[in-house]
């Protein structure tokens, strides 16, 4: 895919995700510790990240704690820019030290799940079927973090797991893509250690769930970038990001290839395909930065620089999902 039929693409199929999945509220936050020995190569070197899952009563979200913290001060650099009259900004990317930039919807009910992968500027959706694990529980238990739970295992994208869930928690859920067990999923890892979720507490969270929704549905026009996480809506409510493109893992693959290969080039045409959606729709607010009346339109910008952070870029020899061996 050509960089000139990338921003095709992105006019064709950028669009306002229909509300098929009502929000939910969260009824806890779960952390975890999560280590992948991405390089077999360099096995004293694993990713280390701060990750987090929200649970609500029908849903989940995991995504990185690390990246949202990072987010956010890119996101005050950004205004920071723009509020002093900028118009052409620099873009400070330090991806390279967390792992991929990806969040994991489950719906259990549904037996639906949408990995919202995000590169930039925009947010892609790719949605699939929840994966049928076939768990086998066994007698054993063992108490962590202070909650009793119970072990089971399975096998899952070419690796044997050994997971530990909590029956008093009443979630089908876990972190990544493991679900499927009568109780949250508190801790897991493969049989060689490559891939850990390790518990790391627990928050619950108080308050109702009307007035949680109420706040996610604001239409305050601080976030520019849609690819970023929106720090103005209520970070307890579970929705699926709304301004968003609908693919599937092929084409994603394909555009994160061109970002790879010209991320200067990807980024200015990402910015003229939102400005194309402006033009068309005439929602200009919904694309900016500020708060209030106080908001600047993308319009506005003139030219995005994006530059990486100093680092040893990642070799991933050992990706989590492996194929079966025949």
Known sequence: ????????????????LSKAQKPDTAQAIVHYKFTHVRDTNNRDKPLVENMILLVGRNSSVYKSYDRKLKEEQMRKSIEEQMSSG?????????????????????Y???????????????????????????????????????LPCQKATTRF????????????????????????LPGLIVEASDDKKEVMFKFDGIEKI????????????????????????????????I??????IKTNQKEFEEVREIMRKDPQAFAQSQRAAVQGRIGASGQASSFSVGTG??????????????????????VTNNPIELPEKK
């Open 1 to 16: 895919m050509k960089l000139s039929s990338y921003l095709t693409f992105l006019l064709l199929l950028i669009a306002i």
């Open 206 to 237: 108080s308050g109702t769930g009307k007035d949680q929704a109420a706040q996610n549905q604001s239409t305050t026009t601080r976030v520019m970038f849609s690819g970023m996480d929106d720090a103005s809506k209520n970070s307890n409510v």
């Open 108 to 146: 259990p009910n549904e037996k639906k799940l949408y990995t919202i992968e995000r590169l930039m500027m925009n947010s892609y959706v790719i949605p699939e079927s929840m994966a049928a694990l076939n768990w086998k529980i066994s007698a054993d238990t063992a108490t962590i973090g202070g």
């Open 239 to 244: 929705a699926l990001p709304t301004n968003s």
């Open 157 to 180: 994208k070419g690796r044997n797991y050994t997971a530990w869930f909590c029956d008093d928690l009443p979630y089908r859920s876990g972190p990544w893509k493991l679900s499927g």
């Open 86 to 106: 900028l118009r052409d900004l620099k873009i400070t990317s330090n991806a390279g030290a967390l792992g991929p930039n990806v969040d994991y919807y489950q």
């Open 293 to 314: 009346g106080g908001a600047t339109a993308v319009s506005s910008i003139g030219s995005i620089r994006v530059e990486s952070a100093p680092g040893t870029k990642a």
